[in-house]
């Protein structure tokens, strides 16, 4: 099972940082990750992390975002810094196993509940 929290309503230019914890089945060299969804629109692939730490953003994120693991805990983490109101979405964490990355959302068979991030103009 996957786990978000941490979103929340910010101003734009504000800061969130969202959790995810990973619990029951666990694997090796798993890669875990963000995904999106704006009211109207289609979910859409944020960030993904490797095992080994290997990270791979979105071009609009990138540089305001950044993903984290504690291996040893389980757990991910995004900071989001220089928030936009086209940021406003609801964040899912997402998992799968395997050695390959990708941005498909198709390739991933765990997903987390979602949670709310709502930016202000």
Do not use: H
Not at 37 to 61: C, L, M, N
Not at 71 to 88: C, F, G, I, R, V
Request: charged share 15%; aromatic share 14%; net charge positive.
């Amino acid at each position: 099972q996957l786990q978000a929290s941490g979103g929340g309503l910010v101003q734009a230019g504000g800061s969130l940082r969202l959790s995810c914890a990973v619990s029951g089945r666990t694997f090796n060299n798993y890669f875990m990750g963000w995904f999106r969804q704006a009211p109207g629109k289609e979910r859409e692939f944020v960030t993904i992390i490797s095992w080994g730490g290997a990270t791979f953003y979105a071009d609009s994120v990138k540089g305001r975002f950044t993903i984290s693991r504690d291996n040893a805990k389980n757990m991910m983490y995004l900071q989001m810094n220089s928030l936009k109101p086209e940021d406003t979405a609801v964040y899912y964490c997402v998992l799968k196993g395997g050695y390959t990355a990708s941005a498909d959302a198709r390739d991933y068979d765990y997903w987390g509940q979602g949670t709310l991030v709502t930016v202000s103009s």
